[in-house]
């Protein structure tokens, strides 16, 4: 491991904003008050990476409280860090497998949920490890409110059509489905946050795709 990383290890355990996989499981159902010491609304992102996603939602609706899980820390470095110094308060991070995900989250405690160009998992062997496999879809059910959103952001394709044979398939609701982003009526303030590697994706032409659906 180079040093770079280990210093960005080191470092991230030391943020009041993260919260380490062997932390245990000290705020199950009671984020917003324990570890935010609020009553706001609680919103995740999942796969966060190094976070933008996060702390830019975050700075857009201060009356809402984010929080970014990666199973990476010295990706959860970054975002973590930039929240810090630019005070962004209502932002934290959670390094865990998101698998584990209802260890650390109690029933209805999840106001939305935004999964923002994961690992699209292209093999077929591979489908349970996709974030939007019937395996997560059940995870994410139980731990977000009734009406809640889940949000897809993705440059993947065939992830994006996955998913949305998924929805069909469970009879989820859909809300919103469109295969070229910035190129349609949804693009406000929200979706045209754009990450790193969504800049890239965008500089050769690549279309974005949305979906945004519901349990109910």
């Given at each position: 491991m180079g040093k770079d990383k280990l210093r960005r290890f080191a470092e991230v355990?030391?943020?009041?904003?993260?919260?380490?996989?062997?932390?245990?499981?000290?705020?199950?159902?009671?984020?917003?008050?324990?570890?935010?010491?609020?009553?706001?609304?609680?919103?995740?992102?999942?796969?966060?990476?190094k976070g933008e996603y996060t702390v830019n939602?975050?700075?857009?609706?201060?009356?809402?409280n984010f929080i970014g899980i990666d199973y990476k820390g010295n990706r959860i470095w970054r975002g973590a860090k930039d929240a810090i110094e630019q005070s962004v308060p209502n932002v934290g991070f959670l390094r865990i497998q998101i698998e584990t995900i209802l260890d650390y989250f109690g029933a209805g405690e999840i106001d939305e949920i935004w999964i923002t160009f994961p690992d699209p998992q292209p093999q077929l062997s591979r489908e349970k490890k996709r974030l939007t496999s019937p395996r997560f879809l059940e995870k994410?059910?139980?731990?977000?409110?009734?009406?809640?959103?889940?949000?897809?952001?993705?440059?993947?394709?065939?992830?994006?059509?996955?998913?949305?044979?998924?929805?069909?398939?469970?009879?989820?609701?859909?809300?919103?489905?469109?295969?070229d982003l910035y190129h349609s009526e949804?693009?406000?303030?929200?979706?045209?946050?754009?990450?790193?590697?969504?800049?890239?994706?965008?500089q050769h032409n690549k279309n974005i795709n949305y979906l945004k659906f519901s349990f109910e």
């Open positions: 355990a030391t943020f009041s904003n993260v919260v380490q996989l062997d932390a245990g499981i000290p705020y199950r159902g009671k984020w917003a008050f324990d570890f935010f010491k609020n009553h706001q609304p609680l919103v995740l992102e999942l796969a966060c990476g939602l975050a700075k857009l609706f201060p009356e809402k994410y059910k139980q731990i977000l409110k009734p009406g809640g959103f889940v949000n897809l952001k993705t440059d993947n394709d065939d992830l994006h059509a996955y998913t949305a044979e998924k929805i069909a398939e469970l009879n989820l609701r859909l809300h919103i489905r469109t295969e949804f693009a406000d303030e929200v979706l045209s946050i754009k990450t790193y590697y969504e800049k890239k994706y965008l």
